[in-house]
């Protein structure tokens, strides 16, 4: 029923149905959400004290009447209630999560936070636990001012050492820990300094590309006949559509993250005074979401994907001429897969044609926008970020150039001379020298 879901007090998460639910925290409530008439996104939401489905929806009624009687007017509160001080480290977890999920927080603070950073962070939440209890220490029981250095020690040692975890991923865990300590200090110990300062953060060191040569070779091999991968489970999947190949191509020349070439459109074409194509205009996801920037489509960042030449090319071989205009998805337009969907089949079939055409194992979609950064900086050298979207060239090259590449080219094509001819040099004798 809309308006009707079942709210897990344990991991702080809503699921529409019994079917939907994931977690194992056993902690779950029916939760009725009403939407205010005449507002964007303003609700009221009431805990129901029902114990099945059926009382759940005559509560769910019931609130609703209630709320039209009283033309959805909330009832002042005379005593500002303040939020208990969590003591234990877990109810501090559990106040964090409340926190990044929006619970109880005014419209115009609501911080729309992805449901992956979210479920990264209850990831992140169990790995410290495990930390702590390989360490013989009682998380249940642990109160949040033991945090220390020691206790981020076992941590650092559990990630290094049993996870075996890249930089990346270290580094993703130890900033989201030290920013879920700087909440929680801020709100109730404000006399605490965070033990994660001390945290050295990993360098990447290694940036890897796909080599044009690896993504040439991979194309023949996007075909019907080649489409099927087995997966862990021994079931069979077809990875091929015939949109696929574009799609690859398109990552190609756009440069882009899968999320955004999955949404390109037609109309987000905008041409120059010749009337002819000039970029793509398409939200930055990413961006934005780090921002917090999100309320509506309106408050998406914008940016500009550059059309080239070939690029340019492949969209009219795609039909831009027949489509110029219209509010449609470049990609798989009629694809009855969500977006969500698209982009994670794009992501696998990449990987499958990459491996079976004979490249490099462990490299994925991602490595596809390093090689057109990296393209982008052989040419444009400090200028590539006004190409690519990049804030600057500082981000570039720490996780977007691929240094190898770019001597590797060196070696081949770069010249000091340019086309002058290499000046022969004199020949010298062992026994002359200078007087």
């Known amino acids: 029923m809309k308006g009707l879901y079942i709210y897990c007090n344990g991991c702080k998460t809503a699921y529409s149905n019994e079917t939907k639910i994931k977690c194992n925290c056993k902690e779950y409530v029916y939760k009725a959400k009403i939407h205010v008439p005449g507002t964007k996104r303003d609700c009221r939401t009431k805990i129901l004290d029902a114990t099945n489905y059926n009382d759940a929806i005559k509560q769910r009624i019931a609130f609703e009447e209630q709320l039209i009687a009283a033309n959805f007017i909330k009832k002042e509160k005379v ?48 790995r410290l636990n495990t930390a702590i209890e390989r360490n013989n220490i009682s998380v249940s029981n642990m109160k949040f001012e033991s945090l ?79 489409s099927i991968r087995t997966l862990d489970d021994g079931n069979r999947k077809n990875l091929y559509r015939p949109w696929m190949k574009n799609a690859f191509l398109i990552a190609l020349f756009a440069g882009g993250r899968n999320e955004e070439i999955t949404k390109l459109k037609w109309n987000g074409i905008v041409l120059d005074e010749e009337d002819e194509m000039a970029y793509i205009e398409i939200p930055d996801f990413k961006t934005s979401r780090i921002k917090s920037r999100i309320r509506s489509d309106e408050d998406y960042k914008m940016k500009k994907i550059v059309i080239t030449k070939e690029f340019s090319d492949l969209l009219f071989s795609m039909g831009y001429n027949e489509n110029k205009g219209k509010d449609e998805f470049i990609i798989a337009p009629h694809e009855t897969l969500s977006r969500e969907g698209i982009k994670v089949l794009i992501s696998q079939a990449f990987t499958h044609f990459l491996k079976i055409s004979g490249n490099q194992t462990g490299k994925t979609l991602k490595h596809l926008r390093k090689t ?44 000091v001379l340019g086309n002058l001819t290499t000046p022969k040099s004199d020949k010298i004798k062992d026994n002359d020298s200078t007087t």
């Not at 209630?81 to 109880?104: E, T």
């Not at 941590?155 to 930089?167: E, I």
């Not at 040569?213 to 194309?219: K, M, V």
């Open 79 to 126: 005593v500002k209630v303040v939020q208990a001080k969590p003591v234990r480290l877990v109810d501090c977890m559990d106040a964090y999560m409340a926190f990044i999920n929006d619970v109880d927080v005014p419209s115009h603070e609501i911080k729309d936070i992805s449901s992956k950073r979210k479920s990264d962070m209850v990831r992140f939440f169990a």
């Open 148 to 226: 220390n250095s020691s206790i981020v020690g076992f941590l650092d040692s559990y990630l290094k050492d049993v996870l075996g975890y890249r930089n990346k991923t270290y580094n993703n865990v130890m900033t989201s820990l030290n920013t879920f300590y700087l909440y929680i200090s801020r709100n109730f110990y404000p006399n605490c300094k965070s033990p994660f300062y001390g945290v050295k953060l990993r360098t990447k060191t290694n940036v890897i590309s796909i080599n044009i040569n690896e993504f040439l070779r991979l194309l023949p091999f996007v075909t019907p006949e080649n």
């Open 372 to 415: 057109y950064s990296t393209a982008a900086a052989k040419m444009y050298g400090d200028q590539a970020h006004l190409i690519t979207g990049h804030e600057g060239m500082d981000v570039m090259k720490k996780h977007y150039i691929d240094e190898d590449s770019i001597l590797k080219d060196a070696r081949k094509n770069f010249s």
